[in-house]
Nanobody, 121 residues
Framework: HVQLVESGGGSVQAGGSLRLSCAAS????????MGWFRQAPGKEREGVASIDSDGTISYSDSAEGRFTISKDNAKNLLYLQMNSLKPEDTAMYYC????????????????WGQGTQVTVS
């Protein structure tokens, strides 16, 4: 069983930056797909960024050019650097892990963190 704990959310003004972190309870990052998802009130959970075990990175169209996903295998940490934040980025952000290739389907991920709130005004 993998436990994921996110941190780093908060409230920022439009144009600002935040860095989210996700800590795993055991060594996962070298073999698992790791992803960041978000869910705004009344909307479905959507993929934002993912990093595969081979280092392949993907971004959603809304994240491309503004967000950067990275991981530190030695520290079991996953990051999401978010720049040029917009009000429409406001959502609960979740870290997720999948024992397999990355994809954008939230239902394919078996492990989830509790989420960290990001509010952009």
């Amino acid at each position: 069983h993998v436990q994921l704990v996110e941190s780093g959310g908060g409230s920022v003004q439009a144009g600002g930056s935040l860095r989210l972190s996700c800590a795993a309870s055991r060594y996962t990052y070298s073999t698992y797909c790791m992803g960041w998802f978000r869910q705004a009130p009344g909307k479905e959970r959507e993929g934002v960024a993912s990093i595969d075990s081979d280092g392949t990175i993907s971004y959603s169209d809304s994240a491309e050019g503004r967000f950067t996903i990275s991981k530190d295998n030695a520290k079991n940490l996953l990051y999401l650097q978010m720049n040029s934040l917009k009000p429409e980025d406001t959502a609960m952000y979740y870290c997720a892990a999948r024992d397999g290739n990355c994809n954008w389907l939230a239902g394919k991920y078996g492990f989830w963190g509790q989420g960290t709130q990001v509010t952009v005004s």
